[in-house]
């Protein structure tokens, strides 16, 4: 039950001034609809109403405030037709005269709130019109009392349509002072040695900025707020893990013989990080808890090997495995791996994506429910609601980075099995999330990094060249092909229509047809994943050596033929893609390469971000350098990551918060696992003003 004194913050935004059924619909789309959700809504700017000059010194163009008196409204003629001549309303005190303009005025209204005679405080951007001083559509036109009621410096929020400015501001200088005082769930140590307020201190200072620096993230009160919204996020995803470790799952036998079958089939030797993983996966799964384990290691670090082991331990112990990748094309390339080697062991495996219909698709979920088939590979297909398993003890999740928080969860609850343990889940990722970001967006999880690839990979010759240049790299194509060699050539995804950026790379593709002809193929994001498919088999059988592709170009695709990769637009990647990109080359025996094509004039960090490009391959490295050069708002588009979109937090410049949120929510359980403890309490109350509550079930069995 949310604790009563929180009651006013979640009641209807409606029952604030000005606020009716149709604004509170706009709301709900924009901010939120509870008065919480408009007092978490920050102020992006300000208008300072302090400048009060006279009206005979008043600079032109500046926000300026007057005490005036209504001397006579001018009303347009022909107000019906001639629309675009203004309503005026004169004004003056001794100082000088005003004139207020108003374009389709509503006179009736004007006539009710600007009396002749009436003493108005008007405050607005002043102008001079063949010399007479005017305010266009004036701010404020209040009494004295009125106006004194409005902050002297004015907080400008984000605005939406049917959202005005004027009515959100009042709606949250009237929700302020009801601001109920709460419980400090922050330790007070560390709030003092922060020179931080309470909460509703802060709450009332991020909307009543007194300058320009009151509105920088780093602010007192904007990083207070943004430490108990991350607060209350971590303490979340620790009791949920702290749950899950608790939750039984099935405890599998070690199943050495086949697995080192498997590795008697590979041709080399596993690398240590492979190894590592590998037994790290191995203690989880033997464990009678459910696993949880993400899988860091770049591309062509070997993730597919560890994969397979996991799941042969599952297989081993007379459950089923799953193994899900984010595309179609993924899912047969993982089959046309793993197919030989599970055939080789004997293990019934299949295949099973959105392509599988009718009949085909009917067999295929009769063998899963049956148990027939141990090992199925597959897209999304795989946990829709009519897919059964007859035990699933294992599910693998392939390029994590394109699944949320919420998919993993319902991934996890895909199993029925009739031990009654919870079926295990090993994540997936290349993406090398920075360590320091890994707990924010993966505090849920354990997770095994994969820092070395497998030996004998030729490094990759980079070069950052300018588009000027373009000829050029066309032309140096011919040698390459001659030769043999794949080139893929991407272009991004720049504009926000999916067919103006197809259209580009249409352009690109006919352009390179007229000089190589029909060697040039095209893939792109529009085409039928059979489509699709056809043309990536062209390319790898060597029918197509350029393919022309638009970011959709799959991440895990194998060509190793493919030596040379070229990027226009080189510089509107994140680094993170531009490095998967590049691991599409580098595979096989020959020199690889990869051009950056870019167009100029960059930035100092555009510039400085392609060159790490130029000086390292590895991922992790990457990662870090353009945490640093970005920030994490950047690294971690929360699209991309599944990392949760923070309302008062803004990780691009809060991050460094994130070490001290960490040892605080890991110190706290320790010592209150159960936050029984006065800020125990305390931190209930934060979980339900984010509206984390759910987790708070997690604190009753104990
Ligand atoms: P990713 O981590 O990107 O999924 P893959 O599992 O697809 O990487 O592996 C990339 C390539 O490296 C594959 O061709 C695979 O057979 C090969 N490979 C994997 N492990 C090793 C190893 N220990 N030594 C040599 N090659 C390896
Ligand atoms: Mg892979």
Redesign the pocket.
Known sequence: MRPTRLDRLFADATTLPGIGPKLVKVLAEFTGDKLIDLLFHLPSNLIDRQYRPSLSEVEDGRIATFEVEVMKHEVPPNQGRRRNLPYRILCGNETGYLSLVFFRARGDWLGKAMPEGAKRMVSGRVERFREQLQIVHPDHMLPQAEFDKLPIVEPVYPLTAGLSAKVLMKAIQVALPELPALPEWQEAEWVKQQGWADWQGAVQAVHRPENMAALDPQNAARARLAYDELLAHQLVLALVRRDRKKQQGRSYKTADEMQNRLLGL??????GS?ENAIADIRADMAEPMRMLRLLQ???????????VMAMLQAVANGAQAALMAPTEILARQHAE?LGPWLDELGINWQVMTARNKGKLRQESLDALAAGDVKIAIGTHALFQDDVAFKDLGLAVV?EQHRFGVQQRMALSNKGNNDEGGGVDVLV?T?TPIPRTLTLTAYGDMDVSR?PD????RKPVDTRVISMDRYEEVAQSLGNAIKDGARVYWVCPLVSESELVDLAAAEDRAKALHAVYGDTVGIVHGQMKPAEKDAVMARFASGEISILVATTVIEV?V?V?EATVMVIEHAERFGLAQLHQLR?RVG?GLDKSSCVLLYRGPLGETAKARLSIMRETEDGFKIAEEDLRLRGAGEVLGTRQSGLPAFRLADLETHADLLPAVHDDVKLLLERDPLLKSPRGEALRVLLYLFRRDEAIRFLQSG
């Open positions: 590979l041709p080399f030797p596993l690398t492979q290691g770049d591309v062509g670090s070997g993730k597919t090997v560890v994969a791996t392939d997936m290349a994969m690839k497998p030996p004998g895990g194998n190793p691991g595979r």
